[in-house]
């Protein structure tokens, strides 16, 4: 059963990416003639944003909207950094009537030979060739590029304008900044952090934070 056939869904995150997911929601939408989703609007911890309505959409309260749901509910979080996102992810899938739905902009590129897992946002203009595997709830920002063969693991953020190259393998919550490049057969550890702008030419170890062109550690986690 294809569970995208179910309306309902909820976006995790009421902050600017999680409008970002909003209008991918709407973008595909637009196209898609049989598949629909059914955006009910914005779950946020935030209780100064319950009950407002943000880009039309209404922010409805917290996790438990969610979890005290008396229908099966479909939703995505939409919050770039991967341990949050992972904690609120954790707490939400004990619950058998809440799904993860998997999002993929419409002008989104990719090979039939590639994969994306649950929960995974794609966004507007990425390009993701071929024999790709990309894990389940992951971000890849908005123009990005994954060359054939990478590996992708889960909870990874791609931060707009990132380039992957082939046969490069990036380990689970680790971060990419924003126009960072990694050059083929690279590997980066989990739990890393790429700074923006950042050319990785050699193999970065779990969790660090490593800035420049070359890459070079600057931070043990």
């Not at 009421?14 to 598949?35: D, I, M």
């Not at 990419?176 to 057969?185: A, D, E, F, N």
């Not at 790429?194 to 990785?200: D, E, L, N």
């Not at 800035?211 to 600057?218: L, M, R």
Request: hydrophobic share 40%; with cysteine; net charge negative.
């Amino acid at each position: 059963m294809n569970r995208n056939n179910n309306r309902f869904l909820y976006i995790i995150g009421a902050g600017g990416f999680g409008r970002e997911v909003a209008w991918l929601v709407e973008r595909f939408n637009a196209v898609s003639a049989e598949e629909q989703w059914e955006l009910r609007g914005f779950i946020d911890d935030n209780v100064e944003l319950w009950n407002t309505a943000i880009d039309c959409y209404k922010v409805h309260g917290g996790y438990d909207v969610l979890e005290n749901s008396s229908e099966d509910v479909w939703c995505i979080v939409a919050i770039g950094n991967p341990k949050v996102r992972k904690k609120i992810i954790e707490r939400l899938r004990s619950f058998s009537h809440i799904h993860f739905a998997r999002l993929v902009d419409p002008s989104v590129k990719m090979s039939e030979t590639s994969t994306i897992g649950e929960g995974s946002i794609i966004c507007a203009g990425t390009i993701i060739t071929v024999d790709v595997k990309i894990g389940s709830h992951c971000i890849i920002n908005l123009d990005c590029t994954v060359g054939h063969d990478a590996w992708i693991a889960d909870f990874v953020t791609l931060y707009p304008s990132v380039n992957v190259s082939g046969c490069v393998k990036v380990g689970e919550s680790t971060e990419l900044g924003t126009g960072s490049q990694i050059i083929q057969g690279v590997s980066v550890g989990r739990g890393t952090v790429i700074g923006a702008g950042s050319t990785v030419i050699r193999n970065i170890e779990d969790e660090v934070t490593a800035v420049g062109s070359p890459a070079q550690n600057i931070k043990r986690h």
